[in-house]
């Protein structure tokens, strides 16, 4: 069964597959692991869907190195 990006509970566990959307669901996430000033961006999102293997929690550490802040 495919994680639906819009309902499953989002962790720093979850893998990025295929299906991986930029939901509100996510956004949410981002948001709780980043702060209120995460924001996507092309490149960001462009790096999330590369194909490399990665889980949510590098996608938000990826966010926070990206604006020199340091991951939770």
């Known amino acids: 069964m495919e994680f639906d990006w819009h309902s499953d ?6 893998e990025v597959d ?4 930029n939901t509100q669901n996510v956004r949410r996430f981002m948001v709780t692991e980043c702060g209120d000033e995460f924001k996507f ?3 960001f999102m462009a790096w999330i869907r ?3 293997p990665k889980r ?3 996608v938000a550490d990826e966010w926070l190195k990206r604006r ?3 991951s939770k």
Do not use: E, N, S
């Open 41 to 43: 961006d092309r490149a």
């Open 68 to 70: 020199g802040q340091k």
């Open 50 to 52: 590369d194909g490399v």
């Open 18 to 21: 295929k299906g991986y959307r």
């Open 56 to 58: 949510m929690g590098d």
């Open 9 to 14: 509970p989002v962790t720093r566990t979850t």
